[in-house]
């Protein structure tokens, strides 16, 4: 009876490995990719969210929980290798590890200060579309002005995990944007230059 | 004659008192410099390739379908390829531009931001919604007219759907019942996207002091637009001066914040906007 069964499985897989071949993009619901997401976005949706730790005195807790939750799934160093792009191979493997350090540390804040203010948004899980070790998790903030936010996460597999390279948010990815200003600023002055800057901007906050 | 006389000097006036939609628009998280010799070079061709390619070869770019998403993924962009295939925006004006931001960037917060406040702090943020879908409710005719002119019929069908829906239903376009009820979204097409999709490039940024950002086509996209908005025909005075204004106060009340975090999360803001901008659009464009 096995047997019986295992026949359209081994035809599933057998399909699914030619489209994979194929190099097609295989569209699918709620994979693994999403899972991994929303497993991560539901973290640190709960931190946000707890009553417990909305007073200031928390804030030190509340920050270390989301930000542990977040060095799980984004992949600093592929970021900050993408957003330095031509200019990263130039640079010592110590001036690598201290701008994917700053960088990271830049990218950390933001999205800290952004999720901080987090008022109920619903977040909608609106497919993935896997092709090899990459994948487009789209997904949809529903804002209390009723407005719709498409927001796209770009992950890449590393291991058995779906580790974040980019985000975009109506279309706008955020590595690009920061490869044109870090372009900008070499173009125009220099890498110490750009270093100086992330260091000012690390200290502002 | 008079009246076309007419519409041209508001038009312009229109460019002048239009102020900083765009300003806050790209919600995004999301200050000088010559871009390098070989990043020009790379913008020149693109500029080129757009201007003198027909449309097919522009569609191609990007698959038509939905599912597959664009060759981003497909091809695992290696930094120097990535850089090389991710277009930007000429910037020739830079300097005169640069100079625009710090402009708008004081308009926004000696003015715009403090006024949009103060109004925030009056009127609740169910009615300014409302406000926001009654003028959307009126530009239906730019949405429409563009879709058309992109062969969207889908597209035109739905903005009337729309506007009768909610014209009817969402009391003269306060409500947006079209959506809630019907899942009609609205297309947001205006002539600049038109433009861009049948091949014509955006040529070149420009920072408009009080418009904001936008670029040579989309300017003329704007201007373009102004025919088919209906409040372009409002002969009554008054009202036709206080209509804009009255607009962006009660958009900005609803996007306090967007510019602030635009700033706060970026190294050099003004190069930010801009290619915040320029990906906005683009993608806007590819987007049916």
């Not at chain 1, 960088?103 to 497919?127: C, N, P, R």
């Not at chain 1, 390279?165 to 173009?187: C, H, M």
């Not at chain 2, 019929?153 to 947006?176: C, Q």
Request: net charge neutral; proline share 5%.
């Amino acid at each position: 009876m096995l047997e019986v069964l295992m026949r359209p499985i081994d035809l599933f897989r057998r399909t699914a490995f030619l489209l994979l071949i194929l190099g097609m993009a295989v569209p699918g619901l709620a994979g693994e990719p999403t899972d991994q997401v929303k497993q991560t976005t539901d973290k640190i949706l709960s931190v946000v969210s707890d009553p417990t730790l909305k007073p200031s005195s928390k804030a030190e807790e509340r920050r270390r929980r989301i930000r542990s939750a977040v060095d799980e799934r984004f992949d600093w160093e592929e970021m900050a290798r993408r957003s330095l792009a031509r200019h990263w191979a130039q640079r010592t493997d110590e001036e690598k590890k201290e701008f994917t350090r700053l960088f990271g540390g830049l990218l950390e804040q933001t999205y800290m200060d952004k999720v901080e203010g987090y008022s109920g948004e619903k977040v909608q899980y609106a497919g993935e579309t896997i092709d090899g070790d990459y994948v487009v998790v789209k997904v949809k903030i529903i804002t209390q002005k009723n407005v719709d936010i498409p927001v796209e996460y770009r992950l890449k597999k590393k291991g058995s995990n779906w580790l974040v390279y980019d985000l975009s948010i109506e279309g706008v990815s955020l590595i690009n944007n920061y490869r044109t200003q870090f372009n900008s600023i070499i173009s125009g002055s220099s890498y110490e230059d750009l270093v100086k800057r992330l260091k000012a901007k690390a200290t502002q906050k | 004659m008079k009246t076309t006389c007419r519409i041209l000097i508001l038009s312009g006036l229109w460019l002048v008192t239009f102020p900083c939609l765009c300003l806050a628009e790209p919600s995004t998280l999301f200050s000088q410099a010559e871009a390098s010799q070989s990043i020009l070079r790379v913008d020149e061709e693109i500029q080129v390739a757009e201007a003198l390619t027909p449309l097919e070869s522009l569609k191609s770019e990007e698959p038509a379908d939905e599912e597959i998403q664009d060759s981003r993924i497909a091809t695992p962009p290696e930094p120097s390829q990535s850089e090389e295939s991710a277009e930007s925006i000429a910037d020739p004006l830079e300097p005169i531009n640069r100079v625009f931001f710090h402009v708008n960037d004081k308009v926004y917060f000696w003015v715009l931001k403090p006024v949009a406040s103060g109004y925030k702090g009056i009127v609740p943020q169910g009615m300014r919604v409302g406000v926001r879908n009654f003028f959307s409710n009126l530009t239906t005719p730019v949405r429409m007219v563009n879709c058309l002119l992109q062969a969207n019929l889908e597209g035109t069908g739905t903005e009337v759907a729309r506007l009768l829906l909610n014209t009817t239903f969402g009391l003269v376009g306060f409500f947006d019942p079209a959506k809630k009820t019907f899942n009609l979204e609205k297309q947001d097409e205006d002539f600049g996207q038109t433009l861009g999709f049948w091949g014509i490039g955006p040529a070149f940024y420009i920072d408009w002091p009080i418009l904001g950002p936008s670029s040579l086509r989309d300017t003329f996209g704007f201007a373009g637009d102004l025919l088919l908005d209906p409040r372009t025909y409002v002969f009554n005075r008054p009202i036709f001066y206080a209509v804009r204004p009255f607009e962006l106060v009660n958009d900005t009340s609803l996007r306090i914040g967007n510019y602030e975090d635009l700033k706060k999360s970026a190294i050099d803001p003004y190069v930010a906007l801009k290619d915040a901008y320029h990906q906005y659009r683009q993608n806007k464009i590819r987007k049916k």
